[in-house]
Structures are given as structure tokens and as C-alpha cells.
């Protein structure tokens, strides 16, 4: 047994954590009778890679890459290959993943269960839009092939499946023609929603990346800067990564009450000197977070939440206001709260979380009295129709997800018995 934490580090309970690295004994393993969940970085901040007590299949160690057609961008790979890994491989041959969330430490089969987006959703969809097919291995022993065109049902429950279906073995991806790591970037500063909402209409589809940083102790002038990118051909100079690292667990939490609003002033000053246009390298753009290891150890032992919703985008913006304004109000809230909108398009999964709207996204030191916040969050986000993202969440309550997800139902009769999580306990019932 090992003890097991996901990203939010909210909790570290034990597993019995099986390491798996040779794709013939994946079937043998899952047909043991234990019920389980496959575990790929632990890059979800809540409980959906969890399964306290239980087994944990960890997917790292399936990391060969089978197939890559350089004349077609088509590469067939395990499920536990790393983002990372694809990029570094494909894009020297000028391909890249069409879908790259805010870490590219994140696995092809965590990617797909959770049908992950990029800030180019507007652009290329979520993960699952470029799965050419993939393998599905049930804990009875079947085998499923599925793609959008070869069994598009169990494809449909898989991608953003939460790993309930089974374990994805391996996939085949559509990798897209880019022109090299480089961008063109620009970063502008702006007042209001009101600014937010023009700069996301001119940006869709001009510009192939945007998202914007939001001051989250700014209620009524909400306050942000807006980063928008297009690859660029060109050699532009060389980028070198330098990681820094937290070195240990605080004894409390570095982000709180006290230190928000100078952590978001100091944020701000130090950003707005990157006002303009650049060119940028696609890691520090993509992931900025990526530059230092283990920054989640920042909110110390008790860890943090991250709470991730989407609201449609004709209720306007006032959900969004409203809940940007009972954020600043609570004194709760992080230096990295984001805003963007999705593109209008529908996911292909049944769990997708990804829909068209606005997305706002922020971390909550994990304190008592921050689920009084949630819950005020929960009521606008449901009022307005919209949905929380399970991949970040370790709380939303289980009206809440049926309520954001009305293809549960359909959902459920692709479900593997022997496949079962903490989120799955939480918010199915077993
Ligand atoms: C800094 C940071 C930024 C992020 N930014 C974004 C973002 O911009 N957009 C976004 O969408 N997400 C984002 N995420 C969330 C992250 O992309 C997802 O949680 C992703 O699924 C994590 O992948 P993982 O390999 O770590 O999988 P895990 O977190 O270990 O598992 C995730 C889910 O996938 C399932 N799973 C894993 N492997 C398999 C498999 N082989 N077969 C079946 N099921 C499997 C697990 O059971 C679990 O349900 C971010 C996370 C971090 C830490």
C-alpha cells in the first residue's frame, strides 16, 4: 500500500498502487476481480484518479510510442505516454498535438478520460475531437476498438469517461502541421467584462490561442490581462527550460487571506511589463505553471481546491459577475484565477465537460469555511445552466453533476463494474 495524492494534495490516503508497463499483462491484471481506477500523472486536482483503500493501476510505465506517419501526422501510441513526450518527438518533424491543456504533464489516457482543452478550443475542440480510435481493455476480459466511426457509442462514453468505461490501452491520434515551437503573442490589459467579452470576439478565430489572467480580489473594475498566440515560422533563437522547484511542504498555506490581494498586485506589476506583442516559445505561453515543479505544495499541508465551471454564454455576463463579486467579497481566491471562452462547439463525449460558453477557473486554499463560497458559486453556475469540470473538482454535489451532465443516463450502461473511484462513489453511487 502506498499513500497517493492528486494535484490538489487535499488528501493522501493509501492504495495498493500497481505499476503497469507491459501492455500484454494489462488484460490479466484488470481480470484479478478487485475493482480499481487507472491512475496516469495525478494531474486532476480532485478524487477522480483516486480510489482510497483500493487499487490504483498506474499507467506511467505504458509509455511506448507504436506508430508515427510523418506524412500524415497519424501516431499510434500507449495510453500513458506524456504529452510532453509527443511534442518533443512530433514537432522537430513539424506536427503537434492539436490540444494541449495548461500542463503537458499529463498522459494520452488521462487526456482522453477527461477529454481535456486547450486555450484554442475555440480553434480545435477538446482532446477526444482528434482520437482516431483507441483501445479499451474491460475488467471482464473484452477488448473494444472504438473510434468516431468504429463503435462511436462506447467512444462517446470513453472520451471524458472519467476512466469508467475500462482502461485505454492505446490510441491513435490526428496530429496537426505546425510551423515550429515559436509564437506570435501579445498580451493586453483590460478593465471590465465588458472589455473581456470584445477581446474574446475579435481574438475567435484570429488568434489561435487566447485566454486571459483575472485579478480575483478586483470585484467591481474586474481587472485582467488578456494573452492571445498564433505559431509563427522562423527561427527565433534557442529557449532553454529552466525549472524551479518548491523544495517542501509549507507549514501553512503561502497563498491565504493576508497574502491574496499583494500576491495578485505583484502578479499584475510583474505582467503588465510583457504588455505588447512578442515572440514567444509554445512551453512558457502554454504552461507557465509548468516552469515550477511541485508549485502545489504552495498551499501547504491541507492542500487546496480548484474550483472550474462553464456557464453558457447567452446568459450573459452576469453569472460571471456575480461570481467574481461573491469571490472578492469571501476574501478566498488565487493568483492564477483564468477566464476564456469556449468556441461553439460540442464535445463528442457524454461527459464532456467543454461546452460553449465562458470558463473561469481559480484555486481555494482548502480552509474551514470555503465550502460556505462553493456553494454560493454552485447556486449561479446552476442558475445559469451551467456545469462545474470533474477533473478539478473533489466537492461538487452529486445534484449538481447530474444537473450539469443530462447524458448520465446514457452514460451509465458503458460503465465497467469493476472500475470505481472516489469521484465515481461521490458522484454516481458506486
Ligand atoms: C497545472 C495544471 C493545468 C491544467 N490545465 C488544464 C487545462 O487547461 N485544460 C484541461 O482540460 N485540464 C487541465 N488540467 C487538468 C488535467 O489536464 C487533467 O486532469 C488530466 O486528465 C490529467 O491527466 P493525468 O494523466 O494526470 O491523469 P490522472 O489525473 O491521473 O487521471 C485523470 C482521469 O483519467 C483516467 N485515466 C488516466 N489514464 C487512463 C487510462 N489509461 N485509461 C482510462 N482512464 C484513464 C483516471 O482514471 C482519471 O479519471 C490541468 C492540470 C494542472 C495540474
Not at 522547484?245 to 487571506?257: C, E, T, Y
Not at 469571490?327 to 484565477?337: E, M, N, P, T, Y
Request: hydrophobic share 40%; with cysteine; charged share 25%.
Amino acid at each position: 500500500m502506498r499513500r497517493v495524492s492528486s494535484w490538489g494534495r487535499l488528501s493522501a490516503f493509501a492504495h495498493e498502487v500497481i505499476e503497469l508497463g507491459d501492455r500484454s499483462k494489462v488484460a490479466g491484471e484488470l481480470a484479478r476481480g478487485r475493482p480499481g481506477i487507472a491512475h496516469g500523472l495525478g494531474r486532476s486536482y480532485g478524487d477522480a484518479c483516486l480510489n482510497p483503500d483500493g487499487v490504483l493501476w498506474r499507467t506511467a510505465g505504458l509509455d511506448r510510442f507504436i506508430r508515427f506517419d510523418e506524412s500524415s501526422g497519424r501516431l499510434v501510441c500507449e495510453a500513458g505516454v506524456v504529452l510532453r513526450d509527443i511534442q518533443h518527438l512530433v514537432l522537430p518533424r513539424g506536427w503537434g498535438l492539436p490540444v494541449l491543456p495548461g500542463t503537458q504533464f499529463v498522459t494520452v489516457g488521462g487526456a482522453i478520460a477527461n477529454d481535456v482543452h486547450g486555450k484554442n478550443h475555440h480553434e480545435t475542440g477538446t482532446f477526444g475531437d482528434h482520437v482516431r480510435s483507441l483501445r479499451l481493455l474491460r475488467t471482464d476480459g473484452q477488448e473494444i476498438v472504438c473510434g468516431p466511426d468504429l463503435r462511436p457509442d462506447w467512444f462517446a462514453a470513453t472520451v471524458g469517461g472519467l476512466g469508467l468505461t475500462g482502461l485505454i490501452v492505446e490510441a491513435e491520434l490526428q496530429l496537426r502541421q505546425v510551423p515550429g515551437p515559436w509564437l506570435d503573442a501579445e498580451t493586453i490589459a483590460y478593465s471590465g467584462l465588458d472589455e473581456f467579452f470584445r477581446l474574446s470576439e475579435e481574438s475567435h478565430p484570429a488568434w489561435e490561442h487566447a485566454v486571459s489572467w483575472i485579478d480575483c480580489t478586483s470585484s467591481d473594475a474586474v481587472r485582467g490581462l488578456f494573452m492571445r498566440a498564433q505559431p509563427v515560422a522562423g527561427e527565433h533563437g534557442t529557449w532553454r527550460e529552466r525549472r524551479r522547484a518548491i523544495p517542501l511542504v509549507p507549514p501553512v498555506s503561502l497563498v491565504n487571506r493576508l497574502t491574496l490581494k499583494p500576491l495578485n498586485r505583484l502578479y499584475w506589476t510583474m505582467n503588465k511589463r510583457q504588455l505588447g506583442r512578442r515572440i514567444a516559445h509554445y512551453e512558457p505561453f502554454l504552461f507557465p505553471l509548468d516552469g515550477v515543479r511541485d508549485w502545489n505544495r504552495l498551499y501547504g499541508p491541507a492542500g487546496f481546491y480548484q474550483y472550474q465551471c462553464v456557464v453558457p454564454r447567452d446568459a450573459g455576463s452576469a453569472p460571471i459577475r456575480e461570481m467574481l463579486g461573491a469571490i472578492a467579497r469571501s476574501g478566498d481566491g488565487s493568483v492564477l484565477a483564468v477566464l476564456k471562452t469556449f468556441g461553439d462547439r460540442w464535445p463528442t463525449g457524454l461527459l464532456s465537460f467543454a461546452r460553449p460558453g465562458v470558463t473561469l477557473a481559480l484555486d481555494f486554499q482548502n480552509r474551514a469555511g470555503v465550502e460556505i463560497l462553493f456553494e454560493r458559486l454552485d447556486a449561479i453556475v446552476a442558475a445559469a445552466g451551467g456545469r462545474l469540470y470533474p477533473a478539478k473538482d473533489a466537492r461538487m454535489p452529486r445534484s449538481m453533476f447530474e444537473a450539469g451532465y443530462p447524458r448520465l443516463g446514457e452514460f451509465l450502461d458503458y460503465r465497467d463494474p469493476g472500475m470505481s473511484s472516489a469521484m465515481s462513489r461521490r458522484l454516481m453511487g458506486s
